[in-house]
């Protein structure tokens, strides 16, 4: 979801922060436009640890009071998503680590699932999850080593869709995204709408079937 703040600068706000708050509104129109689509299972790049890390304090702070505040109103909104959590939590201020894990026990058992990257590091999520084997005794292969990993019960991501012109991955779940077709969007994320995701989706089929045309 990458885009906020040049998206907030296009429009004419003064800070980027409005920005953040947008592109966050902005996450449940997309949880509906799939939902009618009958998509269920989505990722979110929510924030990277080395955005924590590196981003000014102002920033991150506002970012953390968005989620604390945002991901529990949510909840009342719509009883579709099951949230999931990938990434050091340990890495948020308590008040709001402790908002997503209420949110993500009160969503469980919902039929969609919806994980959001916080906090997240795409080497780090491998690195502990081969610990976890580890730890358990068991050897540590590929289907061992996946079951560890965060997020929903689906681990393969088909599609990736990167906002806002960036043409990188940017650590965004690469042993999940291993077989992925990306799709660059140049909307910024607040802008991005139904049609780009249409777009999207029609790009992933048109490439899915030019590279396997007789499965059925
Ligand atoms: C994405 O928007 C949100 C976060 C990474 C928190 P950006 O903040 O990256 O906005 P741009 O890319 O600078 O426009
Ligand atoms: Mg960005």
Same mark, same amino acid.
């Given at each position: 979801?990458?885009?906020?703040?040049?998206?907030?600068?296009?429009?004419?706000?003064?800070?980027?922060?409005?920005?953040?708050?947008?592109?966050?509104?902005?996450?449940?129109?997309?949880?509906?436009?799939?939902?009618?689509?009958?998509?269920?299972?989505?990722? #979110?790049?929510?924030?990277? &640890?080395?955005?924590?890390?590196?981003?000014?304090? /102002? $920033?991150?702070?506002?970012?953390? *009071? %968005?989620?604390?505040?945002?991901?529990?109103?949510?909840?009342?909104?719509?009883?579709?998503?099951?949230?999931?959590?990938?990434?050091?939590?340990?890495?948020?201020?308590?008040?709001?680590?402790?908002?997503?894990?209420?949110?993500?026990?009160?969503?469980?058992?919902?039929?969609?699932?919806?994980?959001?990257?916080?906090?997240?590091?795409?080497?780090?999520?491998? #690195?502990?999850?081969?610990? &976890?084997?580890?730890?358990?005794?068991?050897?540590? /292969? $590929?289907?061992?080593?996946?079951? *560890? %990993?965060?997020?929903?019960?689906?681990?393969?991501?088909?599609?990736?869709?990167?906002?806002?012109?960036?043409?990188?991955?940017?650590?965004?779940?690469?042993?999940?995204?291993?077989?992925?077709?990306?799709?660059?969007?140049?909307?910024?994320?607040?802008?991005?709408?139904?049609?780009?995701?249409?777009?999207?989706?029609?790009?992933?089929?048109?490439?899915?079937?030019?590279?396997?045309?007789?499965?059925?």
């Amino acid at each position: 979801m990458d885009g906020n703040r040049r998206w907030a600068k296009t429009v004419g706000m003064a800070r980027a922060g409005a920005g953040h708050r947008a592109g966050a509104d902005h996450l449940a129109d997309l949880l509906r436009w799939l939902e009618f689509r009958g998509i269920r299972h989505a990722s #979110v790049y929510v924030l990277s &640890a080395d955005n924590i890390r590196k981003r000014d304090r /102002d $920033e991150v702070d506002h970012l953390f *009071r %968005l989620i604390e505040e945002l991901v529990p109103a949510w909840l009342e909104e719509s009883d579709e998503w099951q949230l999931h959590i990938a990434g050091d939590t340990t890495l948020l201020p308590e008040s709001c680590a402790t908002a997503l894990e209420n949110a993500v026990s009160a969503t469980a058992g919902r039929r969609s699932h919806l994980t959001r990257a916080i906090g997240y590091d795409a080497k780090q999520e491998v #690195v502990d999850a081969v610990r &976890a084997v580890l730890v358990a005794g068991e050897h540590p /292969d $590929e289907a061992a080593i996946t079951s *560890r %990993l965060p997020g929903g019960p689906i681990k393969d991501i088909d599609l990736v869709i990167r906002t806002s012109g960036e043409q990188r991955i940017s650590g965004f779940f690469p042993w999940q995204s291993q077989h992925a077709e990306i799709v660059f969007s140049n909307k910024f994320w607040p802008a991005f709408d139904e049609h780009d995701l249409d777009l999207a989706l029609r790009e992933f089929a048109r490439r899915r079937v030019a590279t396997h045309p007789f499965r059925s």
